[in-house]
């Protein structure tokens, strides 16, 4: 198994990059190609004693930069690490990829280099969020802010698949996001979708409301990229910010205090409980290759649970088993 | 001044509502119309002993339930609670109403009843967040689920009128809620809304991210009703999870549960911090006539603190100075 790391992308590169890239070549069963400035990368590996021989640099040319235009960037930028590890997925010199850069210039590097399976009509990425109960496949968060019917549900068979063969649950439960339970609540767009879902084979839920998403009600939650971005967004920002007014509360008298160090244990095991990086990455589902997209602020555990995230991707064949239930969703149609 | 209060809407109707008028009547300095059905509110009201003299009933011979449709409910039950309320107003009868009930029964019956102001298009409805600095107005949060880019314009420009004649902040900042900081980011009516912003009058800081609802970066973000719904719930929920994963950990040992009874007064503190309650109602901006929408789980204090602003609105004559700040813009545009 081989996997190309984007050693360019992320608020962190390259060192939490090359750090990640080491902990996974460790204790994966994995080959890394880690993509970039090889003279940096090589710099970089060299501060980790005894680095794996199973960690390899492919040169890259250029990066993109969080600020920069997607589309843009990765036309003018022919060299840059993103598309360099979608070349090599296409050339079948890497089985998947990982990258903590620029989300839109990663969907789009991969669209254009890797194609869309057949069948799908426009990728979704899927992340998955700790609820009070088991964990929620959110998607899409961002890949395709103005979406189509289909594109939903189609998002709900890919979430289908992933849930089925790496998450070990058969016939999870799919809903849309929607601002009502009632079939009649939401955009026109929507009730299509509902029609649609309604109609396959999946187990539809119907409409859930935002509240369902954190308890853990259900499996499977689509919706379109902009609100599912914002979701994201707001969620994790919500966490942080109760932190904060908690610890400030904490701080206002002694006992208060002393009772926070005691509870210290339990605030950092939910810490741990609540942090994203300790899920992984999110798949970009529905390019004809496996790309994991990693949080813009991933530190090594991040990279290196991405890293985990793609070899499952590749050893359960999870876009052979989307192929297969795209296949079957049209012989039913047809 | 006098406010009617749907006694009949809302999840705790009609109970916590009629406590809640009665808090309100005895520390607010305004005269209460309870409308509902006149026997239930009676038996309500004799529970509290020594009832004020400034609280009445005034009869609505149905009600309409939360899972009714909101636009067939108000058509066909003409006698509902809500449509009351609104005919009150429109008589001139009462200056404001408050209440729990349906989020679109109540929009649709005030539209309807009460018509919108000159020149604003739709209503939005905006509700105060408590941030890590000074509260945030978010506007729509499902009055208006597919607005035009005008529509977002008008938010802003009622949402800034909000904040300097109630929260009394000059020039207050404006945002809108978009996937990412960059003017190219977004839908395309998303674009558009900037664009108007942009060449408005308003303290407009372009767009915004999820993340920074909560830190408290702007002071009113602008949105369209689906999103800002979803928002709205997605951010209720999780406070109430780490509430719950938190108190699950906390209970894993004796140590970490003598220092959580040891931080209690902080966590009380930082719930009373982030209680939507405590902000009162959510006002329905742009109709002609004051109406304040409080949640539906509303007990007796959010009650009161609705019928608090609902009081606000009409001593700062809001709509009086929306219809200024429209006239305004209008000028500037021809």
Redesign the interface.
Known sequence: MRIAVDGMGGDNAPQEIVAGAVLAARELDCKIVLVGDQSLLRSELEKHPGVPKSITVHHAGSFIRM?E?ATLSVRKKKDNSMSVCADLAREGVVDAIVTAGHT?AAVVASTLKLRLLEGIERPGIGILLP??LTPTLLIDV?AN??PKPVHLYQYALMGDVYFRYILRKNRPSVGI?N??E?E?K??DYIKEAHRLLNKSRLHFVGNV???????GKVDIVV?D???G???????????G??G???KA??K??P??M??????????D??RK??DYSEYGGAPLLGVDGNCIISHGSSDARAIKNAIRVACQFVKYEINQHILEAVKTSQDMES
Do not use: H, W, Y
């Open positions: 600020d235009s839109g609820t009070l961002g802010i103005d996001l601002i009502g009632e009649t939401g955009t409301e935002g509240r369902d998403i954190f308890n919706c990229g902009f609100v971005n914002v979701v994201l967004k707001v969620s994790e920002s919500i966490a910010v109760i904060k007014l908690l509360q904490l206002r008298n006992i208060t002393l009772g926070a160090l005691l509870a210290k244990p339990a605030f095991a939910l409980e609540i």
